[in-house]
């Protein structure tokens, strides 16, 4: 058969031309949303998948006005999808505090703020004393060094920027001793050996999976021998017949032999944790204390601020990283100093708790969680809702922590007519979206990431399902 039979192709004249789709009620709506250009784009896409499938239909079937309606429906939901898949606010009923594919960290209140309040013109490189060039950072990196108390501070993209940066500046065309336990992959793509590679350091991997010993180590440091590198298994552990030397015995090695002791911690704790049952964390304060020449860390996990890599340690070391073109590449902008700024500030205050939503949102007890939860249940009046509170598990996630599980009470969700699958989709599909887990076959709601404040966007949204 071909398709271009007589008789077949007449059902084209039926087709709409780009300006009659243009100047139809949704293509005027959307050129005014969208701009002309853009949608005489989408308009041409449309038209093209109509020409395919009018050619199977039958002509006595159609009118052009019919045709033109198929062209405007499908119109309108191509840009629907388009904004869609834009950035927008969500609310994470997932329990997963730390979820990277979310955003990770959210900002607390003050570093919304200071965002905001910087979004213009900034001082960001102006001293106000002065009226001269300022420096870059400035505060942020005197608040690094209060808070770990490390000789100097600097600011990169994020940590594996950081990690990138410390190894093609001390250890490129050198050896970098690390235990085979800790050549690892840390969620989003962070490879060690990987990164160690690509900045030009030749990895020497030393000891075996599960124990390495400080011997090892020694034996492997030669000339050419740059640093020994620790990584901060963030998202797995190794348990049973284990050994690792500690950040003193490491330090004492290196400083004999004269090379850098480099420590990726990862995850970014400033304080301990141990009351929230994150006492396997490392503090970067001990690390320093125990000698760690360098260390990295996140700005997004458990800091609980925006997307940065902070590299601390030896004032000399971070002042060869601050003249080294690289940093230039990887440094962040104003609006990441602000709400570093702000959440740095939050932790100084001793106020971390109570408002860095990370850090407040771990600290929730599940009988706290329950109160709420309930309260919420009752709030929704649906008959077609079968809502109940169960107990669960929240996740710290974010690569951090995989030991920690906090126990929370979960709100499970039945339809009567929907399908858990069918629930979970119209939920994601709302406005604003909300994503949530299927447990046991239900839709569970984990009130321990959702803030006080969305609640009221919940309830309204689970009232109109
Ligand atoms: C998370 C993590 C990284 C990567 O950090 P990003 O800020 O996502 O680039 C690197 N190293 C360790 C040990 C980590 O835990």
New binding site residues.
Partial sequence: MNSTAPGKNDTFKFLPSVDELLRSETGRRLTSEGGAQRLTALARTVIDELRDVLKDRKGNELSKASVLMEAETRIAGIWAAELGSGLRRVINATGVIIH?NLG?APLSDGAREALASVAGYCNIEYDLETGRRGTRGARVESMLRELTGAGDAIVV???????FLVLSVFAAGREVVISRGEL?E???D?R?PD?LSRSGAVLKEVGTTNRTRIADYEKAISETTAMILK?????YRIVGFTAMPSINELAELAHRKDIILYE????GVVSNLTSIGLGDEPVIKDTIAAGADIV??????LLGGP???IIVGRAELIETIRKDPLYRALRVDKLVYAALEATLDAHLRGAAFVEIPVLRMLSLSADDIADRSHQFAAAVTKPELNIEVIRGNSAVG???APMVQPDTMLIALEHTSLSADQLESKLRKSDPPVISRIVDGRVVIDLRTVSKDEESDLTRILSAI
Avoid at 264 to 267: E, I, L, P, Q, R
Avoid at 296 to 301: A, Y
């Fill in positions: 990277t990770r993209n994020n940590c594996a920027a950081a990690a690892v840390i969620g989003g962070f060690v990164v990584v901060h298994p963030s998202n990726d911690a990862g995850s990295t860390f996140s700005g997004d996990k997307q940065s890599g974010g690569g951090s």
